[in-house]
Structure formats: structure tokens, C-alpha cells
């Protein structure tokens, strides 16, 4: 195991991470080049994949904070955390199955991006992830966040 105090990313790390990036990024082109009448599916893709990365993202906190202590406030409020994103991830989804645009659907989605973000910094600030989860993380966050905009504006250009 790496030690908390380690600052730069595993590199088997660095490389799932950018592998993760490939369906929002090919999703994102896809929505301006492929054909309108498949635009709903690439979206309806790229809105289930968002989920699944939040959910995956909120279990990395639940295991940051199985890592404190019972009694530790920081990491119970971690654990409460955790399951946030999924539950908001799922709640998107639904809704835009039930007929909430995909225009509102993405914007949710880069909101609820940018808030695990900020709550990476805060684990990285508290102890609770090693240094080296911001520098694998910010880099792969700007890159979804960028990929959920342009697949947003296509949507609504297109």
C-alpha cells in the first residue's frame, strides 16, 4: 500500500482513470456526428455512464471512511456522503427516463461532478484519501466535466 503522504498517483491508477474518460469522450463526439435519430441512445448512454462513475466515486468515499475510526465525526460524515452521489446519479436517470431533457439531465450531472471535486479536496484536506487522489483526480473531473459540456451543447444545438 502506498503511504498517505505519497503525491503522485499509482500509475496503474492514472491509467484506469484515463481509460474511464474514453465513454464520455467518444459519447460526447458521438452526439455531433452520428446520425439525429440515435442522438436520444448516445445520450441516454452517456446520462447511465455518469451514474455509474458517481456511484463508483461515492463507494471510493465509503471506503475512505471505513478507514476511521467509529467515533470519528470526519469520517461518519464521509460514510453519509458517500451515498449521495449514487442516490443523485440514479434520481437523474429515472427522471430523464420519465421525460426530463436531456438539456436539464447533463447540467445536473456536471453539478453533481464538480460537488465529488470538492468533496476530493475535502477527503485530501482531512487526512481521509492520500495526497495523491487530487492530482489523478482533478485532471480526470476537468475532462468529464468538459465531455458532459460538449455532449450539452450538441444536445441543445442539435
Same mark, same amino acid.
Request: glycine share 8%; charged share 10%; hydrophobic share 60%.
Given at each position: 500500500?502506498?503511504?498517505?503522504? =505519497?503525491? $503522485?498517483?499509482?500509475?496503474?491508477? $492514472?491509467?484506469?482513470?484515463?481509460?474511464?474518460?474514453?465513454?464520455?469522450? /467518444?459519447?460526447?463526439?458521438?452526439?455531433?456526428?452520428?446520425?439525429?435519430?440515435?442522438?436520444?441512445?448516445?445520450?441516454?448512454?452517456?446520462?447511465? #455512464?455518469?451514474?455509474?462513475?458517481?456511484?463508483?466515486?461515492?463507494?471510493?468515499?465509503?471506503?475512505?471512511?471505513?478507514?476511521?475510526?467509529?467515533? =470519528?465525526?470526519?469520517?461518519?460524515?464521509?460514510?453519509?456522503? /458517500?451515498?449521495?452521489?449514487?442516490?443523485?446519479?440514479?434520481?437523474?436517470?429515472?427522471?430523464? /427516463?420519465?421525460?426530463?431533457?436531456?438539456?436539464?439531465?447533463?447540467?445536473?450531472?456536471?453539478?453533481?461532478?464538480?460537488?465529488?471535486?470538492?468533496?476530493?479536496?475535502?477527503?485530501?484536506?482531512?487526512?481521509?484519501?492520500?495526497?495523491? #487522489?487530487?492530482?489523478?483526480?482533478?485532471?480526470?473531473?476537468?475532462?468529464?466535466?468538459?465531455?458532459?459540456?460538449?455532449?450539452? %451543447?450538441?444536445? %441543445? %444545438?442539435?
Amino acid at each position: 500500500m502506498r503511504p498517505f503522504t =505519497d503525491t $503522485r498517483p499509482p500509475h496503474l491508477a $492514472r491509467l484506469l482513470g484515463l481509460c474511464g474518460l474514453i465513454p464520455f469522450m /467518444s459519447a460526447a463526439l458521438s452526439v455531433w456526428v452520428i446520425p439525429g435519430g440515435w442522438q436520444p441512445l448516445v445520450v441516454a448512454s452517456l446520462l447511465s #455512464y455518469s451514474a455509474v462513475i458517481l456511484a463508483f466515486l461515492g463507494a471510493i468515499h465509503w471506503g475512505l471512511a471505513m478507514r476511521g475510526e467509529q467515533d =470519528d465525526v470526519r469520517a461518519q460524515m464521509q460514510l453519509g456522503w /458517500s451515498v449521495i452521489p449514487p442516490l443523485l446519479g440514479w434520481a437523474v436517470v429515472s427522471l430523464a /427516463s420519465f421525460g426530463l431533457p436531456a438539456a436539464l439531465a447533463i447540467p445536473l450531472f456536471v453539478l453533481a461532478f464538480i460537488g465529488m471535486d470538492m468533496a476530493d479536496l475535502r477527503a485530501v484536506r482531512l487526512g481521509l484519501a492520500p495526497i495523491w #487522489y487530487r492530482p489523478l483526480r482533478k485532471p480526470l473531473t476537468v475532462a468529464v466535466v468538459l465531455s458532459l459540456l460538449v455532449a450539452w %451543447v450538441g444536445v %441543445v %444545438v442539435g
